[in-house]
């Protein structure tokens, strides 16, 4: 187990580490039901712009300075927008208090939900399109496509790549509790040292505690920190 040799740095917002990096200090965790209910709201709103799509599809609502075709790809793109803001809450919310994998169903379920989202706000849209005979051929075309592609980059975006457990967050809590810890703006792991040698291509680093990590989405302890602090049954990125 690590020791706890490493406290937070200071109060301040930006510092010179150790090894002479500047790093800036991490944002506050935040409030995990603060930012699902935020993700609830979005995909509601979401969702009452794809039945306003499907409105428009059938002729109930006619913005008479707009073509059919555009008012479609607007209320598509607005879906989309609010989509993956929604997913993007959701996924930093599940870092923050994330599921336990005991329950397989509703660790599969919050990790995905963004996913589930996304398909109920297009594939609706692209099927009523695609059975509507009333829609000329050009119109039909182009808003299927645009709709699928929003179906896509709204999947794509709602994924999370690197779901974290409470066991897995509760297990780096006990090894490393308030130890400063670093990541760079574009890694993807977390370290316990700034002069870990995974980091030399970084020039400027950003510190907090694991808990903070995690909630930036570096979910990972690096490899290389874990062997040379002894640290065991942390995830890190080797596994």
């Known amino acids: 187990m690590a020791e706890k040799k490493e406290k937070k740095l200071t109060a301040s917002t930006t510092v010179t580490t150790p090894s002479g990096y500047t790093a800036k200090e991490a944002k506050p965790v935040g409030n995990a039901g603060g930012l699902r209910a935020g993700a609830v709201i979005l995909w509601v709103v979401a969702i009452v712009f794809e039945i306003l799509a499907v409105l428009v599809l059938f002729g109930k609502i006619n913005i008479t300075f707009m073509p059919q075709l555009w008012q479609l790809i607007a209320f598509i793109v607005l879906d989309l927008v609010c989509v993956i803001i929604g997913s993007q809450l959701w996924k930093k919310a599940n870092h923050i208090k994330p599921a336990s994998k005991q329950n397989a169903l509703k660790f599969w379920l919050w990790n995905n939900m963004g996913v589930i989202v996304s398909c109920f706000a297009f ?117």
């Open 123 to 239: 594939v609706p849209i692209i099927i009523l399109m695609l059975t509507n005979k009333d829609l000329d051929k050009k119109t039909k075309t182009i808003a299927v496509i645009a709709a699928v592609i929003a179906l896509i980059i709204g999947g794509a975006a709602s994924i999370d790549y690197n779901p974290v457990s409470q066991e897995e967050l509760t297990a780096a809590e006990a090894a490393l509790g308030e130890t400063t810890v670093y990541w760079s703006p574009f890694g993807k792991v977390y370290h316990t040292h700034d002069d870990c040698s995974a980091l030399n291509v970084s020039e400027t680093l950003t510190y907090g505690t694991v808990d903070q990590a995690i909630a930036e989405n570096r979910t990972r302890l690096c490899k290389f920190c874990a062997k040379r602090d002894n640290i065991e049954n942390v995830t890190t990125d080797e596994q």
